[in-house]
């Protein structure tokens, strides 16, 4: 089992950068892929990112690609998310989570482990 705790939220203005961080303590961090999603006022939760246990192969939501880039420390049990360019349509709640699965995937429910989430609010 492993908890997560995700952190760096904030407000920003449209066109600026944040950096969220998931601390993962618990059970090995590198034997999981891990992931971003987001959920916005009113919408499903969708995936953002995600990556897989070496931190070689990355997936992005088209949305995000360009944008944001996932990496992640295994040293240091954290994965991060760096959002530049941020933009109203990006406000959501983030979630990271853990998946045991050895495939990488986009899909929420392949995720076993979920954080609390963390806001970030892009003002225009």
């Known amino acids: 089992q492993v908890q997560l705790v995700e952190s760096g939220g904030a407000l920003v203005q449209a066109g600026g950068s944040l950096r969220l961080s998931c601390a993962a303590s618990?059970?090995?961090?590198?034997?999981?892929?891990m992931g971003w999603f987001r959920r916005a006022p009113g919408k499903e939760r969708e995936f953002v990112a995600a990556?897989?246990?070496?931190?070689?192969?990355?997936y992005y939501a088209d949305s995000v690609k360009g944008r944001f880039t996932i990496s992640r420390d295994n040293s240091q049990n954290t994965v991060y998310l760096q959002m530049n360019s941020l933009q109203p349509e990006d406000t959501a709640v983030y979630y990271c989570?853990?998946?045991?699965?050895?495939?990488?995937?986009?899909?929420?429910?392949?995720?076993?482990?979920w954080g609390q989430g963390t806001q970030v609010t892009v003002s225009s």
């Open positions: 989570a853990a998946d045991e699965g050895l495939i990488l995937s986009m899909r929420s429910n392949s995720y076993t482990y």
């Open positions: 990556i897989n246990r070496p931190g070689s192969n990355k």
């Open positions: 618990g059970r090995t961090f590198s034997t999981y892929a």
